[in-house]
C-alpha cells in the first residue's frame, strides 16, 4: 500500500466512524406520533393477560406493556397510547394503511408475512405454539385422538393453516368450524359446537380463564402443532421507527438480565458496571442513535419493568393464566430469549 492509499484508508474509516456515532433522524413515523403527542397501537379485541380492556376501559396485557414502554421511551409517558382493538382480519390493513404505528397483537412471525406485506417483524416478544383445548368429559387426552372431530378455530390466523396441516399430515381428517371472530368460536367451543378449540396455548389458557364457567372442566392437551413466534409488526419504509420498537424489547430484556428492575432503575443509575450505564444512559448516549434522548430506555423499564416482570405480572405462574417461562426465559436460564446488546 503506498503513503496515499494509506492516507486515503484512513479517511475512509474516519469517515466510516463519523457516520455509526452520527446522531439518527427521528424519522416520519416518530415524527407523527410527537406531532399528536400519542403512540396508535394495534391490538387484540380482547386476550386475558396479552391484551384486554377492563369494565372501566383500563387496557392491561403483555403486549399493552409492550405499547406503554414504547411510548415511555419516545413521549417520556407510558399512558400516551391510543389502543386500536383489531380481529385478524383487520390487524394487517391497519397497519399497511397507516390507521396504528404499531400492531402488537399476538401475531405471529413467518417467512410471507415478512415477505410480502410491506412489514417488518421487530422482535419476538413470546414463544409460543399451537394446542388443543377440549372438555375433561370427552376422554381425550392427546391431539392425535380428534380423528374425524370436530375442531372450533378462527380464520384469517395461522391457526386455521396449522390445522388442516397437521389434519392431512397425520391423516385425521378434522373437520374445522371457522369462524371469523375469537369471541365466536370460543362461543361455539363452550356451546358444545365443536369437540375441541384450537388456537395457540397462550391463548387456550387465557380463553380457559376468561369465558368456562369452570376451567377444570377444561383440558389443554400436551402436543403444540406449530412454532408460533409472536412480537410487533411496524411498516415498512421507516428503518428509525423499526429500530427503535425493536431495541426497546431488546432492552427490556437486556434490563432483565443485568438485573435492573421497575423498582432500581434510579438506584442502578450509580451502578458501575458499563452495561447498566449503557441501559440507562448514565455513562453513554444510545438514545442518540435511535433519534431519542439518553434516557429513553430508563423511563421504559421505569414504567413497565423489565421483561420478566412484565412476563411474571401478565402471564406468569403468579398471575392468573399462571403460564410457565419456559421457552420465554433468558437464555441464560435455559430459555430462548435473547438480546443482542445495547451498545
Given at each position: 500500500m503506498?503513503?496515499r492509499?494509506a492516507?486515503?484508508?484512513?479517511v475512509?474509516?474516519?469517515?466510516?466512524?463519523?457516520l455509526?456515532?452520527a446522531?439518527?433522524?427521528a424519522?416520519k413515523t416518530l415524527?407523527?406520533?410527537?406531532?399528536r403527542?400519542q403512540?396508535?397501537c394495534?391490538?387484540?379485541?380482547?386476550?386475558?393477560?396479552?391484551?384486554?380492556?377492563?369494565?372501566?376501559g383500563k387496557?392491561?396485557?403483555?403486549?399493552i406493556?409492550?405499547?406503554?414502554?414504547?411510548a415511555?421511551?419516545?413521549?417520556?409517558?407510558?399512558?400516551?397510547?391510543?389502543y386500536?382493538?383489531?380481529?385478524?382480519q383487520?390487524?394487517f390493513?391497519?397497519?399497511?394503511s397507516?390507521e396504528?404505528?404499531?400492531?402488537s397483537?399476538?401475531t405471529?412471525?413467518?417467512?410471507?408475512?415478512?415477505?410480502?406485506?410491506?412489514l417488518h417483524?421487530?422482535?419476538i416478544?413470546?414463544y409460543?405454539?399451537q394446542?388443543f383445548?377440549?372438555?375433561?368429559?370427552?376422554?381425550?387426552?392427546?391431539?392425535?385422538?380428534?380423528?374425524?372431530?370436530?375442531?372450533c378455530?378462527?380464520?384469517?390466523t395461522?391457526t386455521e393453516?396449522?390445522l388442516?396441516?397437521f389434519?392431512?399430515a397425520s391423516g385425521?381428517?378434522?373437520?374445522?368450524?371457522?369462524?371469523?371472530?375469537?369471541?365466536?368460536?370460543?362461543g361455539?367451543?363452550f356451546?358444545?359446537r365443536c369437540?375441541a378449540?384450537t388456537?395457540?396455548a397462550?391463548?387456550l389458557?387465557?380463553?380457559?380463564?376468561?369465558v368456562?364457567k369452570?376451567?377444570?372442566?377444561?383440558?389443554?392437551?400436551?402436543?403444540l402443532?406449530?412454532?408460533?413466534?409472536?412480537?410487533?409488526?411496524?411498516?415498512?419504509?421507516?428503518?428509525?421507527?423499526?429500530?427503535i420498537v425493536?431495541w426497546?424489547i431488546?432492552?427490556?430484556?437486556e434490563a432483565?438480565?443485568?438485573?435492573v428492575?421497575?423498582?432500581?432503575v434510579?438506584q442502578?443509575?450509580?451502578s458501575k458496571?458499563?452495561?447498566v450505564?449503557?441501559?440507562?444512559?448514565t455513562?453513554?448516549?444510545?438514545g442518540?442513535?435511535l433519534?431519542?434522548?439518553?434516557?429513553?430506555?430508563?423511563?421504559?423499564?421505569?414504567?413497565t419493568?423489565?421483561?420478566?416482570?412484565?412476563?411474571?405480572?401478565?402471564?406468569g405462574?403468579?398471575s392468573a393464566?399462571?403460564?410457565p417461562?419456559?421457552?420465554?426465559?433468558?437464555?441464560?436460564k435455559?430459555?430462548l430469549?435473547?438480546?443482542?446488546?445495547?451498545?
Open positions: 503506498t503513503m492509499q492516507k486515503l484508508a484512513a475512509v474509516v474516519a469517515s466510516l466512524g463519523a455509526m456515532a446522531p439518527a433522524h424519522g415524527d407523527a406520533i410527537k406531532a403527542g403512540v396508535v394495534g391490538v387484540n379485541t380482547g386476550l386475558a393477560g396479552f391484551g384486554a380492556a377492563d369494565s372501566t387496557w392491561t396485557g403483555l403486549e406493556d409492550v405499547c406503554r414502554a414504547i415511555a421511551a419516545v413521549l417520556g409517558d407510558g399512558e400516551k397510547v391510543k386500536v382493538p383489531l380481529n385478524a383487520a390487524r390493513t391497519a397497519l399497511q397507516g396504528i404505528d404499531v400492531l397483537r399476538n405471529t412471525f413467518t417467512l410471507t408475512r415478512d415477505a410480502s406485506l410491506g417483524q421487530t422482535a416478544t413470546y409460543d405454539g394446542g383445548m377440549v372438555p375433561v368429559k370427552s376422554k381425550i387426552k392427546s391431539a392425535k385422538q380428534l380423528k374425524g372431530q370436530t375442531v378455530v378462527q380464520s384469517g395461522t393453516k396449522n388442516t396441516d389434519s392431512k385425521l381428517g378434522i373437520k374445522p368450524v371457522v369462524f371469523e371472530k375469537l369471541e365466536a368460536a370460543e361455539a367451543y356451546a358444545g369437540i378449540y388456537t395457540d397462550s391463548g389458557a387465557s380463553t380457559r380463564n376468561k368456562a369452570d376451567p377444570k372442566e377444561h383440558a389443554i392437551l400436551p402436543e402443532i406449530s412454532k408460533e413466534p409472536l412480537g410487533p409488526l411496524v411498516r415498512r419504509g421507516d428503518d428509525e421507527w423499526f429500530a425493536k426497546t431488546y432492552g427490556l430484556l432483565e438480565e443485568y438485573g428492575t421497575q423498582a432500581n434510579d442502578q443509575k450509580e458496571d458499563p452495561v450505564g449503557r441501559i440507562l444512559g455513562t453513554e448516549d444510545t442518540k442513535l433519534g431519542l434522548d439518553k434516557e429513553w430506555l430508563a423511563r421504559a423499564i421505569k414504567t419493568g423489565n421483561y420478566g416482570e412484565i412476563f411474571e405480572r401478565n402471564v405462574p403468579n393464566l399462571q403460564l417461562r419456559g421457552s420465554n426465559n433468558l437464555w441464560s435455559g430459555g430469549q435473547y438480546a443482542p446488546p445495547v451498545r
